[in-house]
């Protein structure tokens, strides 16, 4: 099991950035594929960005060219630099992390999630 906690959210203004962390404990790091998703109020959870253990990265098409998913075997953590942002980021963001991408949402360990509220 990988405990996971992020850190790194905040208010910010529309066109501003943020970059997220995330500290993974209790398991092979660098074996482990990582993702973000986040969850905006009303609405479902969706992927943002994942990273195998290999380094390749995916991004969901909304934040393409804004966003980039990366990762530090050596301190086990997990980033998520946000750059642009939108008021439609706002969004509590979870960090996730499993045996490989595919297994990560049914299968996954998840963070206790932080804020990121974006103002127009």
């Known amino acids: 099991q990988v405990q996971l906690v992020e850190s790194g959210g905040g208010l910010v203004q529309a066109g501003g950035s943020l970059r997220l962390s995330c500290a993974a404990s209790?398991?092979?790091?660098?074996?482990?594929?990582m993702g973000w998703y986040r969850q905006a109020p009303g609405k479902q959870r969706e992927l943002v960005a994942t990273?195998?253990?290999?380094?390749?990265?995916n991004y969901a098409d909304s934040v393409k060219g804004r966003f980039t998913i990366s990762r530090d075997n050596a301190k086990n953590t997990v980033y998520l630099q946000m750059n642009s942002l939108k008021p439609e980021d706002t969004a509590v963001y979870y960090c996730?992390?499993?045996?490989?991408?595919?297994?990560?949402?049914?299968?996954?360990?998840w963070g206790q999630g932080t804020q990121v509220t974006v103002s127009s």
């Open positions: 990273v195998s253990s290999g380094g390749r990265t």
């Open positions: 209790g398991s092979i790091f660098s074996t482990n594929a």
């Open positions: 996730a992390a499993a045996p490989t991408i595919a297994t990560m949402e049914g299968f996954g360990s």
